[in-house]
């Protein structure tokens, strides 16, 4: 077996090193500020109503807002999403980095139909306007939001609050809207006056 050295430092003076010489460049041979437009197209494989896989990328469709699969109005979506792409060559137009695990982009058929408009024009997803800027608020049908999102049940995770919800009132017969409780060991129908 060999010995080790240390190698000796040796020591430059900065009139030893060589001088970089700085050079401006035209404005027109500077990088751009603008972000480079990349593109993903293939087959896709539908994840929920607006989120896609492209050759192994996962794509949040800009602009729009989809519920979520347990959301009673989500599974309608994906399905429809499906149908929509079953059979074509999806051309995902990247617009930002991330959104949680997910690239957003503009995604468009080979006709040129925009699947976020098609989602919207389908009472299926919702025009999210703080990133589309309105650019599909026109499409939306009317009533739209209070029949695919109640205000309790909006965001991902408060649907199964919502659900209990709804089971409590199928269990013990609860009709909010009359307050008339109905409970399994009292009726005030029967038994007393009614609760107002």
């Known amino acids: 077996m060999g010995s080790f050295s240390k190698p000796k430092a040796t020591q430059q003076r900065s009139s030893d090193l060589p001088r970089l010489e700085v050079k401006r460049t035209p404005d027109s041979l ?20 607006d989120t896609i896989i492209i050759s192994g990328s996962k794509i949040r469709i800009a602009g729009i807002d989809a519920p979520e699969l347990e959301h009673p109005w989500g599974k309608k979506s994906k399905y429809a999403l499906i149908q929509l792409c079953k059979g074509q060559v999806v051309t995902a137009t990247i617009q930002e980095d991330l959104s949680y695990d997910r ?27 703080k990133y ?24 991902k995770g408060h649907m199964k609050a919502f659900n209990s919800e709804v089971k409590l009132r199928k269990k013990n017969l609860i009709n909010l809207s009359e307050v008339c409780l109905h409970v399994q060991w009292y009726c005030p129908e029967r038994c007393g006056p009614r609760i107002s």
């Open 132 to 155: 589309s800027g309105g650019e599909y608020a026109d499409f939306e049908p009317a009533d739209i939001r209070k029949k695919l999102w109640r205000a309790a049940a909006r965001q």
């Open 103 to 129: 690239l957003v982009a503009k995604c468009h058929l080979p006709d040129g139909t925009d699947l976020a408009a098609e989602l919207v024009k389908l009472g299926l997803a919702l025009d999210w306007p």
């Open 30 to 49: 500077k990088p751009s500020s603008q972000p480079t437009v990349r593109s993903l197209r293939g087959k896709c494989h539908v994840i929920d109503g």
